[in-house]
Structures are given as C-alpha cells and as structure tokens.
C-alpha cells in the first residue's frame, strides 16, 4: 500500500529564510509525486509534481523539489520565504498509471511565516 | 488553467436532513472525479471515486448509502450526504482530472465546503 509521511507537523520561519518541508513515501512501483498547498478554508492548489526525468522540479511561487529515490524522499524547498507562502502543505503521492489518479496524502505541514 | 468548481462553499443544515454539494469542471471534462474529506488540521482521506456514467466506488469504511454519489454528465458529480448528523461536520473537497488530457495531467481540487450539522 502506499503512503506519505510528513514528519513536521509545523515549521515556523522567517520572512527571507529559506524553507525545507520533509516527505518520504511508500510505494511500490514507479510514483507520482506532488505537493499542493491549501490556505485556510480553501481546496487544493498544485506547487509541483514529479513523474520522470530530472529529478528536480521547479513549481510556481517559487518552490522546488527534489526526488531521492534512494531516500524515498521527494522534500520541498523555497530559497526565500515570504508572508503569503504561510499556509497547509501537503505531499501525494500517485500511481504512475491510466487516466485518473487516486492520490494518497501526507499529514501535512503547517508553515508559519514571522515578519 | 483547469478550473473546478465546488457549491457550496459552506453550509449549515439541521441533524436529520440531507445536504447536496455540487462539483463541476468548468473548461474540460472529467470521465472521474474523487471525493475527499478532511477533519480539522488532518489530511485528505478519500472517500470516493465518482464514475460519469456508472456507480461510484467507496473506499473501505464509507457508507455508501449514507454519501450519496451521482455523475450524470462529464462536468458534475454530485454528493449528497444523508440523513446528515453532527460527526458528519467536515471539509468535503472534489478534485478532478482532464479526461482528454495526458496521462500525467494534474487533479485538480475545487476549494471546498465546509458541512455543519447542527
């Protein structure tokens, strides 16, 4: 069965630190890997996915990921934070197969930004 | 970009009543859509996947006949919760995926309702 583990339950940083949100995955063929962010009361919105290819991505705002194989590990990464980035953060992971995609969420992780 | 739309945002119905949400895709079609539920600071946990055109698939443990799920068209699915009492309170959050898009196309998430039961 697959699944997603986010250690951090809440990081707190400060306004231009730079970010590294942890995840590590179970699964047992060729993943799909992603990371969405929610802002409160809000649904889902798409950083980055990883499916093939270099294993660093680039996403929006800013955010890149990089996937470890070795490690299980697909860790999120922002150079420099900003107040906006505060929000939920969660890591998928999917089967690299067929047209619909059942996804399999971490716990996620609060980030707190400080001005 | 892809856009999915939930309705209603948030709702507040009595214990004993039923509550319909509605999730549409807006610029594409979706031969599936997936039904999520998170609790207050936890993750998603699916419940269902939605099927245009036959039954929906329940993951082990949700009541079928409780969520009610309807996929009439490309573009909607619909869950209705029954008989809603208050540990049905939650965020309920659909997300959907281009049929016609590649393989590796992203789910896309509508922004959720919230359900009170009071």
């Known amino acids: 069965a697959q699944s997603v583990t986010q250690p951090d339950i809440h990081i707190t940083v400060s306004e231009g630190a730079s970010l590294e949100l942890r995840c590590n995955y179970s699964?047992?063929?060729?993943?799909?890997l992603f990371w969405y962010v929610q802002s409160p009361g809000q649904g889902l919105q798409l950083l980055l996915k990883?499916?093939?290819?270099?294993?660093l991505v680039q996403g929006i705002k800013g955010f890149e990921a990089e996937f470890k194989r070795s490690q299980s590990s697909f860790n999120l990464r922002k150079p420099s934070v900003h107040w906006s980035d505060a929000a939920e953060y969660f890591c998928?992971?999917?089967?690299?197969?067929?047209?619909?995609?059942?996804?399999?969420f971490g716990t996620g992780t609060r980030l707190q930004v400080t001005l | 970009g892809a856009v999915v739309s939930q309705h209603p945002s948030w709702v507040i119905c009595k214990s004993g009543t039923s509550v319909k949400i509605e999730c549409r895709s807006l610029?594409?079609?979706?031969?599936?859509m997936f039904w999520y539920r998170q609790f207050p600071k936890q993750s998603l946990m699916l419940m269902a996947t939605?099927?245009?055109?036959?039954?929906?698939?329940?993951e082990q443990g949700v009541e079928k006949d409780k969520f009610l799920i309807n996929h009439a068209s490309l573009t909607l699915s619909t869950l209705t919760v029954t008989s809603a009492h208050p540990e049905d309170s939650s965020f309920y959050i659909c997300?959907?995926?281009?049929?016609?898009?590649?393989?590796?196309?992203?789910?896309?998430f509508g922004n959720g309702t919230r359900l009170t039961v009071t």
């Open positions: 699964y047992g063929a060729t993943p799909y």
């Open positions: 990883y499916f093939s290819g270099d294993t």
């Open positions: 998928a992971v999917g089967p690299y197969t067929g047209t619909a995609s059942k996804l399999t």
């Open positions: 939605s099927n245009e055109g036959s039954k929906a698939t329940y």
């Open positions: 610029d594409f079609q979706a031969t599936t």
């Open positions: 997300s959907a995926r281009d049929s016609s898009g590649r393989a590796d196309s992203p789910l896309h």
